[in-house]
T-cell receptor
Framework: QKEVEQDPGPLSVPEGAIVSLNCTYS??????FMWYRQYSRKGPELLMY????GNKEDGRFTAQVDKSSKYISLFIRVSQPSDSATYLC?????????????FGKGITLSVRP | DGGITQSPKYLFRKEGQNVTLSCEQN?????MYWYRQDPGQGLRLIYY???????QKGDIAEGYSVSREKKESFPLTVTSAQKNPTAFYLC????????????FGPGTRLLVL
C-alpha cells in the first residue's frame, strides 16, 4: 500500500460546481498536510497548509483533515475556469533532524465554462 | 522580488553527456530540494540540503549529483548514469526544514536527443 493515495482523475466539472478532491494515507506519523496547485508547465504553488484535524477555510477553498480516518480533502466552492489545474496533496513528518514531504500523484481538474 | 529561479527552462541532453540544472533562491531559506516529476508519477525527491555544504539523498538519487556551496544556490547535475532523464525537474526551498512550507521554482524540462 502506497503511503499516500490520491484519486487519479481526471475530473471535469461545470463552472460554479463544488469540487471535492481527496487523499488517503497509511502512515499515522504524518503530522502536517498541504495542498498545492500546479498549472500546466509551471511549478506547484501552495494553496493550503494544515497541522491538525478539522477544517481550514481560505476564500473559496476549504481544507479538511481527518487524522482518525487518515484522509484529507480540498473543497473548491463556486469553481471557475481559472481553477483548471493539477492539484497535489502533500504530507510531512519530522524524523529526527530531517523531515520531508510525500506527495500524491496529483489530480487534473478541468472546469468547463 | 523574492523567489526561486531555475534555468534553463528547456534543456537537451545528448547520450553520455552530463548536464547541470541551475536553482537559485533569494528567500534566505536554509533548506533546498530537487524533485523529479513524470506524468502520472507525482513528485519524487532526488536530493535535499538543509544547510550549506551538506546534503542528503532522496528517494531516487541514483544518476544525479548536487552541491551546496552557497546558501542561495543548489545546482543539480544529471549524469550519464541516469538512463531515463527525460522529466520535469523542480527545485524548492523552505525556511528551515520540509516541515515548513516549500516554495517551488518554475521548473526545467529536460529532454534527451
Amino acid at each position: 500500500q502506497k503511503e499516500v493515495e490520491q484519486d487519479p482523475g481526471p475530473l471535469s466539472v461545470p463552472e460554479g460546481a463544488i469540487v471535492s478532491l481527496n487523499c488517503t494515507y497509511s502512515n499515522s506519523a504524518f503530522q502536517y498536510f498541504m495542498w498545492y496547485r500546479q498549472y500546466s508547465r509551471k511549478g506547484p504553488e501552495l494553496l493550503m497548509y494544515t497541522y491538525s484535524s478539522g477544517n481550514k477555510e481560505d476564500g473559496r477553498f476549504t481544507a479538511q483533515v481527518d487524522k482518525s480516518s487518515k484522509y484529507i480533502s480540498l473543497f473548491i466552492r463556486v469553481s471557475q475556469p481559472s481553477d483548471s489545474a493539477t492539484y497535489l496533496c502533500a504530507m510531512g513528518r519530522v524524523t529526527g533532524a530531517n523531515s520531508k514531504l510525500t506527495f500524491g500523484k496529483g489530480i487534473t481538474l478541468s472546469v468547463r465554462p | 522580488d523574492g523567489g526561486i529561479t531555475q534555468s534553463p527552462k528547456y534543456l537537451f541532453r545528448k547520450e553520455g553527456q552530463n548536464v547541470t540544472l541551475s536553482c537559485e533562491q533569494n528567500l534566505n531559506h536554509d533548506a533546498m530540494y530537487w524533485y523529479r516529476q513524470d506524468p502520472g508519477q507525482g513528485l519524487r525527491l532526488i536530493y535535499y540540503s538543509q544547510i550549506v555544504n551538506d546534503f542528503q539523498k532522496g528517494d531516487i538519487a541514483e544518476g544525479y549529483s548536487v552541491s551546496r556551496e552557497k546558501k542561495e544556490s543548489f545546482p543539480l547535475t544529471v549524469t550519464s548514469a541516469q538512463k531515463n532523464p527525460t522529466a520535469f525537474y523542480l527545485c524548492a526551498s523552505s525556511f528551515r526544514t520540509a516541515q515548513e512550507t516549500q516554495y517551488f521554482g518554475p521548473g526545467t524540462r529536460l529532454l534527451v536527443l
